[in-house]
T-cell receptor
Framework: AQKITQTQPGMFVQEKEAVTLDCTYD???????LFWYKQPSSGEMIFLIY??????QNATEGRYSLNFQKARKSANLVISASQLGDSAMYFC????????????FGTGTSLTVIP | DTAVSQTPKYLVTQMGNDKSIKCEQN?????MYWYKQDSKKFLKIMFS???????INETVPNRFSPKSPDKAHLNLHINSLELGDSAVYFC????????????FGQGTRLTVV
């Protein structure tokens, strides 16, 4: 079974600063994908970034980057130059080749950007 | 064009009623899902449906049943609604490849009174 752990229920960051949201995972799948989603107060789920388990380089998408440490089973999201619009819930998710294509989510981290 | 659409967006109903939530995707994806997001924002997989194969999360009560008339639709039927069923329900879809994200509908906020 897949297990995703996000240990930070809430985080605060000053506008324009960088912030790291933690995610660790546990899986027996040899191949898997890791995803981050943003859920603003309006409720929709917005895909941010993807990292494959065999990718050699850390994924980046604009101000988002993923600090992937396979041996530690961690996939932390780094948001650079935080903006007020980054205030939202952030979810880490995993999808494994042996788990029926299902996406398993962590409990989420609520990020508040302070002006 | 909305990629994954759910209807209704809001649903208020009394205990004991039976209700359905519809979901449609126009992305040509093979797999569709239903998730429940509770008041603590935890997203829990309820079902996934792929090429007529249904995978059910064992913790889901059998009052919940997915129905897929075709590849583009996965509706959720709920019988004998209970107060604890109040939540936001998300439909999602994805291709089978590991490196592709799930695309979510806008969610349906179900309130049981």
């Amino acid at each position: 079974a897949q297990k995703i752990t996000q240990t930070q229920p809430g985080m605060f960051v000053q506008e324009k600063e960088a912030v790291t949201l933690d995610c660790t995972y546990d899986t027996s799948d040899p191949s898997y994908g890791l995803f981050w989603y943003k859920q603003p107060s309006s409720g929709e789920m917005i895909f941010l970034i993807y990292q494959g388990s065999y990718d050699q380089q850390n994924a980046t998408e604009g101000r988002y980057s993923l600090n992937f440490q396979k041996a530690r089973k961690s996939a932390n999201l780094v948001i650079s130059a935080s903006q007020l619009g980054d205030s939202a819930m952030y979810f880490c998710a995993m999808r494994g080749m042996n788990t029926g294509n299902q996406f398993y989510f962590g409990t989420g981290t609520s990020l508040t950007v302070i002006p | 064009d909305t990629a994954v659409s759910q209807t209704p967006k809001y649903l208020v109903t009394q205990m004991g009623n039976d209700k359905s939530i519809k979901c449609e995707q126009n992305l040509g994806h093979d797999t569709m899902y239903w998730y429940k997001q509770d008041s603590k924002k935890f997203l829990k997989i309820m079902f996934s449906y792929n090429n007529k194969e249904l995978i059910i999360n064992e913790t889901v009560p059998n009052r919940f049943s997915p129905k897929s008339p075709d590849k583009a639709h996965l509706n959720l039927h709920i019988n004998s609604l209970e107060l604890g069923d109040s939540a936001v329900y998300f439909c999602a879809s994805s291709p089978q490849t590991l490196n592709t994200e799930a695309f979510f509908g806008q969610g349906t906020r179900l309130t049981v009174v």
